[in-house]
């Protein structure tokens, strides 16, 4: 499997989460990863990236209650989230990226797949 986002839930505004995602190593090794999202009738958002150096960037909505890391030695990227709100709710993806150094484009190297679903009720 490219890569397999588990980890989603239903839980009340103000918990927690844990999403893990297991990529395969070809896709992992040497390059960013990112957390990603989908909310129904919206388009695929930005989440959180991690690169290989583990400099992160987040999403300004998520900025201070997600944390992303990753651990090199099992291929796996993580994101925890804390103090969740209705607004999180949503599909969450991962996927390996790389960018550009001049023109800062972007490009994703796995498949996106089922993705797994966290709702936050309110």
């Known amino acids: 499997v490219q890569l397999q986002a588990s980890g989603g839930g239903l839980v009340q505004a103000g918990g927690s989460l844990r999403l893990s995602c297991i990529a395969s190593?070809?896709?992992?090794?040497?390059?960013?990863m990112g957390w990603y999202r989908q909310a129904p009738e919206k388009q695929r958002e930005f989440v959180a990236s991690?690169?290989?150096?583990?400099?992160?960037n987040y999403a300004d909505s998520v900025k201070g209650r997600f944390t992303i890391s990753r651990d090199n030695g099992a291929n796996t990227v993580y994101l925890q989230m804390d103090s969740l709100k209705p607004e999180d709710t949503a599909v969450y993806y991962c996927?390996?990226?790389?960018?550009?150094?001049?023109?800062?484009?972007?490009?994703?190297?796995?498949?996106w797949g089922r993705g797994t679903q966290v709702t936050v009720s309110s």
């Open positions: 996927n390996a990226f790389r960018q550009a150094a001049d023109t800062k484009s972007v490009w994703y190297l796995g498949s």
């Open positions: 991690i690169d290989t150096g583990d400099n992160t």
């Open positions: 190593g070809s896709i992992f090794r040497g390059n960013h």
